[in-house]
């Protein structure tokens, strides 16, 4: 890992809905439209954050019929990020915001909220 990776990577961990959203995708992978109604935030400002976690080699989207589901990264690079997705599962285990946020994951959908033709 590089010093630009390593800077990339801890600037994706710098904001707290970034770790919501990567918490999120550890239980499945959710839609644009379905991580904006669980943040409650713009759509403009969930895109950005899910730009920042997939330059940071955090997550991958996945184009699945008229979906992108953006998830967690099966391979990300072996130091930091390795590390980090390794051990996402404890982090915040005891946070009331993550837990309302996992409540949130296992019931939203997005045949509901996403106006896809």
């Known amino acids: 890992m590089d010093l630009r990776s390593l800077t990339k990577t ?12 990567l918490k999120m995708l550890q239980i499945r ?3 644009v439209c379905e991580i904006t109604d669980i943040l409650m935030l713009a759509t403009s400002t969930v895109s950005k954050h899910l730009y920042l976690l997939r330059e940071a080699d955090l997550i991958v989207d996945r184009k699945e019929g008229k979906w992108v589901n953006y998830q967690l990264n099966d391979h990300p690079d072996p130091m ?3 590390w980090l997705l390794t051990h996402l599962a404890r982090l915040l ?3 009331e915001t993550v837990r309302q946020d996992a409540e949130r994951v296992r019931t939203v959908d997005r045949h509901q909220l996403c106006a896809v033709e």
Not at 10 to 21: G, Q, S, T
């Open 10 to 21: 801890y600037k994706a961990l710098a904001e707290p809905n970034r770790l919501r959203i």
């Open 29 to 31: 992978p959710l839609c």
């Open 80 to 82: 930091v990020a390795d």
């Open 93 to 95: 285990a005891d946070d």
